[in-house]
């Protein structure tokens, strides 16, 4: 059975230029200012301000040199890596000479279709075997590559798709926004649960003295990082990788880590010196999936993760 058709949106990069975009972000301001020490005042950064000003001065420099941006309509079929030219050849001929055999109900047609279904038939599964056989021979050496190689050769039992219902309280519910809403709350409060549990904040810790306790909790602080470290951070992302909800390219961070290092040097910083972070980056797109099979019909949630 095919797959539902997706229709996926990307970045049109027919007239990028990553030496042109480069040397565009170098003249603009993007808050990367030092003061004559060398030093940079992140106690005096708002990280909200930092954030807002490189967002929108990087995308209006992206939006100039990738202005457009195109649909593509991903069909819906399984993943036939095994597929030749000549088993395609095949398949249509044997399609043609089914339409042909049901439009004259002739024995001959009837028979050379046969043939030909027996043909693909045997060809498929002789390609598929090829496949399998060179795809465990490549992953021997990997253990964790072989056996994801095994499950995808054998899948296993298909089981079906549970009902679109959620235990909220006690209760079954189907409504698919209360569901959304009680994963929001599982996540919003995952912080606040986690510190009652450890006791942190509360006097559990200060006079706590059964087993398990920890009475000498070592002062932790962050270390500022240098630009050094950003830069070649940057350079290890993923070009393929899709774009978060601020719609940036990693394909286009990496095409100007030199020039944007500095900034996002003095951000990250700059949240690490006041304890904050960006409230954009506090926003995530989360689908929840059943544990079992997918579930038909995403339920897709926004949520604002607060650090509490």
């Known amino acids: 059975m095919k797959a539902p058709p997706q229709v996926k949106v990307f970045r049109n990069y027919v007239n990028y230029d990553p030496v042109k975009f480069s040397d565009e972000l170098k003249g603009v301001d993007l808050n990367c200012e030092q003061d004559p020490c060398g030093t940079y005042e992140e106690q005096n950064a708002c990280v909200d301000e930092l954030w807002t000003d490189f967002e929108s ?10 202005p457009h941006y195109i649909q593509k309509k991903v069909r819906g ?4 890596p095994w597929m030749t030219g000549d088993i395609k050849k095949n398949i249509r001929q044997r399609d043609y000479l089914l339409k042909k055999a049901r439009k004259t109900s002739h024995n001959e047609d009837w028979l050379a279709y046969k043939l030909m279904r027996n043909r693909v038939t045997n060809s498929i599964k002789k390609a598929k075997q090829t496949y399998n056989k060179k795809l465990i021979e490549n992953h021997q050496g990997d253990a964790k590559a072989f056996w994801r190689t095994m499950k995808s050769i054998f899948p296993g039992e298909k089981k079906p798709s549970p009902s679109k219902t959620m235990d909220i309280e006690g209760e079954l519910c189907s409504d698919e926004n209360r569901i959304a809403n009680s994963f929001n709350l599982f996540f919003a409060t995952a912080v606040s649960r986690m510190k009652h549990a450890l006791g942190v904040g ?107």
């Open 77 to 80: 079929l399984d993943n036939c």
């Open 202 to 308: 509360t006097s559990r810790n200060r006079h706590c003295t059964g087993h398990g306790a920890n009475r000498s909790l070592p002062n932790f602080k962050f270390e500022k990082v240098s630009e050094t470290f950003v830069l070649k951070t940057i350079k290890q992302l993923k070009s393929g990788k899709a774009c978060g909800l601020d719609d940036i390219s990693p394909r286009m961070l990496k095409d100007s880590a030199e020039v944007i290092a500095k900034p996002l040097t003095r951000l990250i910083n700059a949240s690490l010196s006041q304890g904050a972070v960006p409230r954009a980056w506090k926003f995530a797109k989360v689908i929840p999936f059943s544990k079992r099979a997918w579930l038909q019909k995403w339920i897709t949630i926004d949520l604002f993760l607060c650090y509490q």
């Open 57 to 66: 001065i990087f995308l209006k420099v992206a939006n100039r040199h990738s």
